[in-house]
Nanobody, 124 residues
């Protein structure tokens, strides 16, 4: 069973940058589609970015060009580089892992494993 632990969240001013990390244990991330989702207070969990097991990159329109997802197979870790942060990026960010069809990669309902989340707060 895969365990995912996020880190790197915090408080940052608008326009700033943060790098989130997601360290996996209990298995290897290589066969999984790895994703980041986020959830703001009072809102549903939403897709942010994903890197498929076959190398495809997927981004929500709201973050495309500002966020960059990557994975390090040796460290068994996934990263989310976030830049030009906006107050509306404030949320708890969750790392996720799943297998199956790539067409479902944006759907939180198909995620097999979740991390515990890390808070990102962007001040204006």
């Amino acid at each position: 069973q895969l365990q995912l632990v996020e880190s790197g969240g915090g408080l940052v001013q608008a326009g700033g940058s943060l790098r989130l990390s997601c360290a996996a244990s209990g298995g290897y991330i290589e066969p999984y589609h790895m994703s980041w989702f986020r959830q703001a207070p009072g809102k549903e969990r939403e897709f942010v970015a994903a890197h498929s097991s076959i190398g495809g990159y997927y981004y929500a329109d709201s973050v495309r060009g500002r966020f960059d997802i990557s994975r390090d197979i040796v460290k068994n870790t996934v990263y989310l580089e976030m830049s030009i942060l906006k107050p509306e990026d404030t949320a708890v960010y969750y790392c996720a892992a799943e297998r199956g069809p790539v067409r479902s990669i944006r759907d939180p309902g198909t995620v097999e494993y979740w991390g515990q989340g890390t808070q990102v707060t962007v001040s204006s």
